[in-house]
């Protein structure tokens, strides 16, 4: 195997000279910071903070930061219309709040986990291994012969898990959730300081908690335990580096993807929050920028995120949105473009959104957030569709009838929103739907969802989180999930386990001679695969009583006798039937295996000739096939399959698996109706 060293080299080689300069010059840069960042960061204190903000003390300093509009609007004044709009919530908060005062979390697939009353922030609790404190470049997080998951303590440093606290001080006004964040900020500060630890070594890092810092602080501006002087300038300070190193270190490359989007939303945040300066009108200037050039070239026309990833495009449209909303928070303006490519990304989400709320986990998934208010569950995405119709789209009928995500709702823009979005609310089902360009197609009615991938690989045919799954399907027939994707386990945890789930075979689409649709460059190459499956829509034909999609790709012309899959999905709306009729174009021998991913609680029965029955829920189905060519060419088997519904959680399922030649075969599921 070539020279990791050698390897650079040849990817270097095949990026444009522009790119090598901006890499030449940031290489320049950071070991420049090596020099200086540790003595930036000492240095930083209330006199620094004071000369950058222009102003005569920390008290007239924070004060003036409270009195300034934010992206959530929700204050204490609303606390008895929150009871009336979000009923039985107000509980759920307190409840997390005191898991959050005893130092609870479940983050990453932990379980509940007690940091005790220090809270060890280079800490993975899941393993107890830990990253000493060090230049941040220094500091290798990503290593393969550890079971370490470094997810874990940035997830825990994004301090998501404080906002419930934050939440209860607005409802009760009691002073102790305010005196416990206090603690815990205070404790982060000392144990990470700037550029110093692991918790700085991604900037998207520091980005997110730009997001919750800026929160937290208008949660308890006004509150008795955070008025000490000492702490607010230690607090500010701290969030003001924050912005500082994400400035510095925006994560560039010559394919931008959610990384670049989080940095700029947070400059975003971070230059309106400090407002005053020429450094924050600059984080301002340049993050907006990025944002309004990145949103047309990272989303599709038709509002498709370019990642192939269902959790990603909510991470990425949640940091476009709440970006837009702070601006106009401010009175700042929001070009009509910009509206516009918001308002398709949650038609997306609207479409892509089952009868259940449950949204397909297609890619990768890590439960990432910008700001989490509510309680619904991670797979829940409905809470975008209400934003945007509040802040965008009042009359676009499919936004307003979002069903969920009310208290998301509340946090960000108050009562009033929430009444008029209350009105309206209801179950408008969105029809078939076809995203062209970035290659779903979704077949639906009341009952009936169907999810089809014939899209490009993500990040531009990068890979990123995308995954193997051209041509792959997850379905909800009669109201009942039947069909599933495996999800996404674990990042650099496992690199096994990583290209498990990223695999073609852990798809519901046909693996050929056990052979992936797009090649792994390496196996530690963990974001990376060749662009070999190239998509091609054959048929889209939405009709009243019944739905046609036909697609092929090219991931599987490169062997020896090239071959080429072609798959067609048919569902029948008034029978609640789905039938997948798999072809094979080419010449030469090739064996076929044709997984069905069950989810979770489905019980399949035994094998009968060509039919096994299927029961989920207090439904009955049938599962059958039929074959073109002799008879018994094709086995068929029952067997044991993982999914992973959420980050670092696996759930024990069944797989059906056809296997045979490379000759037509098809495979029907018809609901029975009820047990």
């Not at 619904?376 to 969920?404: C, E, M, N, W």
Request: aromatic content about 12%; overall charge neutral.
């Amino acid at each position: 195997m070539p020279s990791e060293t050698l390897l650079r080299v040849r990817r270097g080689l095949r990026k444009s000279p522009k790119y090598i300069a901006q890499r030449l010059l940031s290489e320049g840069r950071c070991q420049k910071e090596r020099l200086f960042a540790v003595r930036r960061g000492e240095r930083f204190d209330a006199t620094a903070l004071l000369a950058a903000t222009g102003d005569i003390s920390i008290d007239d300093c924070w004060n003036r930061l409270a009195a300034r509009p934010y992206v959530a609007q929700a204050s204490p004044g609303e606390a008895d219309l929150y009871d009336r709009f979000c009923a039985g919530d107000r509980q759920r908060i307190l409840s997390a709040a005191n898991r959050a005062l005893r130092h609870e979390v479940d983050l990453m697939g932990s379980g509940r986990v007690c940091l005790g009353e220090k809270i060890d922030w280079h800490r993975d609790y899941k393993t107890g291994i830990r990253w000493e404190p060090a230049f941040f470049k220094d500091i290798d997080y990503n290593n393969p012969y550890q079971p370490s998951d470094v997810k874990f303590p940035w997830e825990l440093s994004r301090v998501q898990w404080l906002i419930p606290l934050g939440q209860a001080f607005l409802l009760t006004g009691e002073e102790h959730y305010a005196e416990s964040v206090r603690d815990v900020l205070e404790s982060w500060i000392e144990a990470n300081p700037y550029a110093g630890s692991v918790n700085w070594s991604c900037t998207l890092e520091a980005a997110m908690r730009l997001f919750s810092w800026t929160w937290l602080f208008h949660a308890f501006c006004g509150s008795q335990a955070w008025s000490d002087p000492g702490f607010r300038g230690r607090f500010l300070c701290s969030l003001y580096l924050h912005g500082d190193f994400t400035f510095r270190n925006v994560e560039r490359a010559d394919v931008n993807g959610n990384h670049y989007t989080v940095d700029a939303a947070a400059l975003v945040f971070a230059g309106l929050f400090f407002s005053s300066g020429r450094a924050q009108q600059r984080w301002l200037e340049d993050g907006w920028q990025i944002l309004k050039e990145e949103l047309p070239r990272q989303v599709f026309a038709d509002g498709v995120d370019f990642e192939a990833s269902i959790p990603y495009h909510r991470l990425v449209m949640e940091c476009f949105l709440l970006a837009a909303l702070y601006r106009k928070a401010l009175g700042l303006d929001v070009p009509d473009s910009y509206r516009d490519r918001l308002i398709a990304m949650a038609d997306f989400v609207a479409a892509y959104t089952r009868a259940d709320g449950s949204a397909p986990v297609w890619g990768d998934n890590d439960n990432a957030r910008v700001l989490p208010f509510g309680a619904q569950d991670i797979s829940d995405h409905r809470y975008l569709l209400g934003l945007v119709a509040s802040a965008f789209a009042t009359g676009h009928r499919p936004l307003k009838s979002f069903g969920a995500g009310v208290a998301e709702v509340f946090w960000i823009f108050g009562a009033k929103p929430v009444a008029e979005l209350a009105r309206d609310m209801g179950t408008a089902c969105c029809g078939s739907t076809a995203f062209s360009h970035g290659g779903f197609y979704v077949m639906r009615n009341e009952r009936d969802h169907v999810f089809i991938d014939c899209g490009p690989l993500g990040l531009a045919g990068r890979g990123g989180h995308g995954h193997n799954d051209i041509l792959s399907f997850e379905a909800m027939l009669d109201g009942e999930p039947l069909i599933v994707d495996c999800g996404c386990y674990v990042y650099t945890a496992s690199y096994a386990e990583r290209n498990n789930f990223r695999s073609t075979a852990y798809h519901n689409t046909p693996v050929i001679d056990k052979v992936e649709a797009n090649r792994f460059i390496r196996p530690d190459y963990l974001w990376f695969l060749h662009n070999d499956a190239l998509p091609e829509v054959r048929q889209w034909t939405p009709g009243r009583h019944r739905d046609v999609f036909r697609g092929a790709h090219s991931g599987y012309r490169r062997l020896s006798a090239p071959i080429t899959p072609v798959r067609t999905i048919i569902l029948e709306h008034s029978s609640h039937t789905l039938t997948v009729i798999d072809e094979f174009e080419g010449e030469g021998k090739h064996t076929v295996e044709i997984p069905f991913h069950l989810a979770p609680g489905v019980q399949p029965g035994p094998i009968s000739g060509n039919k096994i029955p299927l029961q989920a829920g207090n439904k009955d189905f049938v599962l059958t096939w039929n074959e073109a060519t002799d008879a018994h060419a094709w086995k068929t088997s029952i067997e044991d399959a993982r999914v992973a519904p959420s980050y670092g959680i696996v759930l024990l399922t069944k797989k059906i698996i056809l296997r045979g030649p490379a000759k037509r075969i098809t495979t029907t599921i018809v609901s029975r109706g009820r047990s």
